[in-house]
């Protein structure tokens, strides 16, 4: 699997994450728990095993995490690969002590558990498939095969085949079990980061924008005295210089030009300025406004706005949220690069709340993704027709992710379905029969009142 490029965002790649100064310690510890183990059972409970054998396998142990602290520096990283061969050897040599000390009957053979779950989280499910087969085969191997533990007079310590049995399958169970969670969660966690990730790099470049208008609002108000003063000065230059006409010319062109910057720069600081009239906006220029980039796409989108119960007559003025707007906008373009030829974005409100439906006339939502809607690097894979309703696209959920998340924010629930046609509200006469997203909003949350002051506009400043 080939690395992502710069600045794509993709849930499958996990490479060269683990640090092996953070697995050397979590190793170092481990063998000294081993150690410990060993001694205690020897000399406390009087057991007996192969004592040379198992400090030669330790010594094994203890001789490659000296070899990864001294050869390799701290910022080390494991590949794939060496991660891998590094789960491999961990599991080799603690299925070699279990095999000189009692095989599974050794309540530490569930050390083996281990490897597997930190494996399922920093590698590939290929990866880890295989190092849980090769970890069952041999536990399965020391069940059959092992050299029992031994009393102080030389009494083999030996348990029922039936608890060895519980024993292996505990083991193999766990190891599954592990492996299945282990990864599951690892996923689930890395593909939050990577969509939150889009999200806030969606937001930085809003972010930058704004800074931007910011930075043109400061530069024409800092530049106009300077200006002025240019002006003044060849102004007077063009009364004293009236017998020299040569220079009189040069002093007429240095004017002109300064008046030609005062334009630039006055235009400039009404594009810097935010207007905070157009901070508020009725429902329907809201939806209008974010869905503008996707009314020339070929689809006919219709607005429909409606008084419910107890709803005033009039559209209620709402916020002009930035991510407002952007996330209806997702939304809208998600219905529009679905549907067949029209879309209907309906507002209705009442003396509660506001309640925005967007539909469209498409084949819906597939019914084995609609529980999951909404979250980050989903993809239809029962469906491959899909890609030919929608060529070319590859869609991970995370433009319904961002929408999702900044509506929220602003204090929206969001519902996502198909539509039902037989509705009493159902727009377009029973064709809107694809997708549906339903937004609510406490009417506090959203509503502006329309009697409140504007203030006064200010410049951005960054």
Request: charged letters at 20%; one cysteine or more.
């Amino acid at each position: 699997m080939t690395s992502p490029a710069f600045g794509e965002i993709s849930q499958d790649h996990r490479g060269d994450w683990v640090r092996l100064r953070t697995m050397t310690y979590v190793r170092m510890l481990a063998l000294s728990g081993q150690a410990g183990a060993v001694l205690v059972a020897q000399l406390y409970f009087g057991l007996q095993y192969e004592a040379p054998l198992v400090w030669l396998v330790m010594g094994a142990a203890a001789l490659s995490i000296l070899t990864s602290l001294l050869l390799f520096p701290q910022t080390k990283r494991l590949s794939e690969t060496e991660a891998f061969l590094t789960f491999l050897f961990d599991i080799a040599l603690l299925v070699c002590l279990l095999y000189l000390t009692g095989g599974i009957t050794n309540p530490f053979s569930l050390l083996i558990l281990a490897p597997i779950a930190v494996s399922a989280m920093a590698l590939r499910p290929r990866s880890t498939l295989i190092l849980s087969s090769i970890a069952i085969a041999l536990v399965t191997l020391i069940a059959l095969n092992y050299q029992p533990l031994r009393f102080h007079d030389g009494t083999a310590l030996v348990v029922p085949p039936l608890f060895a049995f519980g024993f292996w399958a505990a083991i193999v169970i766990g190891i599954l079990f592990q492996a299945f969670y282990a990864h599951r969660v690892a996923a689930e966690g890395t593909s939050l980061a990577n969509a939150l990730l889009a999200a806030q790099m969606a937001l930085s470049r809003e972010q930058k924008l704004t800074d931007l208008g910011g930075v043109i609002a400061a530069t024409a108000h800092e530049l106009g005295t300077p200006l002025a003063t240019i002006k003044l000065i060849a102004s007077e230059l063009v009364t004293e210089l009236r017998d020299q006409p040569e220079l009189a010319e040069d002093a007429l062109i240095l004017s002109q030009q300064a008046d030609r910057c005062r334009d630039i720069l006055r235009s400039m600081g009404r594009a810097g300025k935010e207007d905070t009239h157009l901070r508020r906006a009725p429902i329907e220029a809201v939806l209008m406004e974010a869905a503008e980039p996707h009314l020339a796409r070929g689809k006919r989108v219709h607005f429909l706005t409606i008084p419910g119960t107890g709803g005033a007559p009039d559209q209620p003025m709402i916020q002009r949220r930035p991510e407002i707007i952007h996330g209806l906008r997702n939304l809208i373009q998600n219905a529009v690069d679905f549907a067949h030829a029209d879309v209907w974005v309906q507002a209705r409100w009442t003396d509660k709340h506001l309640s925005i439906r967007i539909l469209d006339d498409g084949p819906g939502f597939a019914p084995q993704i609609l529980g999951s809607i909404g979250e980050p690097f989903i993809r239809n894979r029962r469906d491959p027709g899909r890609l030919r309703q929608r060529p070319d696209y590859e869609g991970m959920g995370l433009g319904l992710f961002i929408a999702k998340t900044l509506l929220e924010r602003s204090g929206a629930v969001l519902d996502f379905t198909n539509a039902d046609p037989a509705e009493e509200d159902a727009p377009g006469e029973g064709r809107a029969k694809g997708a549906q997203i339903t937004l609510i909003w406490s009417l506090p949350r959203i509503v502006v009142d329309p009697l409140e002051r504007l203030g006064q506009n200010m410049p951005h400043l960054p």
